[in-house]
């Protein structure tokens, strides 16, 4: 069976950082981009990161870009977003994803249909971002 177990979230301050990991098993890690996605109550999914297979090509999203960085240990199968000067609209369930085309996990390309497309979710950390 293929998983991806986001662990890492919690209750911080605004201003304050938080790591997240994703550790990936069933697949062949260094064959797939891997991405960051956040859902906030009532909001759709959005795309947060992502980065490609060897970490040649990394995007951000706007409300993020230089915030948050995005980084991968294709050794430990494992994928991480540093999240950086939190603001309380960062709040949200964060999941992470894999999929061998990076185009599908890219954030400036992200559709609600994209999520039924992309090949693999986990099922969620949350973060908490208080004023």
């Known amino acids: 069976q293929v998983q991806l177990v986001e662990s890492g979230g919690g209750l911080v301050q605004a201003g304050g950082s938080l790591r997240l990991s994703c550790i990936v098993s069933?697949?062949?890690?260094?064959?797939?981009?891997m991405g960051w996605f956040r859902q906030a109550p009532g909001k759709e999914r959005e795309g947060v990161a992502a980065?490609?297979?060897?970490?040649?090509?990394?995007y951000y999203a706007d409300s993020v870009n230089g915030r948050f960085t995005i980084s991968r240990d294709n050794a430990k199968n494992t994928v991480y977003l540093q999240m950086d000067s939190l603001k309380p609209e960062d709040t949200a369930t964060y999941y992470c994803?894999?999929?061998?085309?990076?185009?599908?996990?890219?954030?400036?390309?992200?559709?609600?249909?994209?999520?039924?497309?992309?090949?693999?979710w986990g099922q969620g950390t949350q973060v908490t971002v208080s004023s």
């Open positions: 994803a894999a999929d061998t085309l990076l185009g599908r996990l890219r954030p400036a390309y992200w559709t609600t249909g994209s999520r039924a497309v992309v090949a693999f």
């Open positions: 980065i490609s297979q060897r970490s040649g090509s990394i």
């Open positions: 069933g697949l062949r890690f260094d064959d797939y981009a």
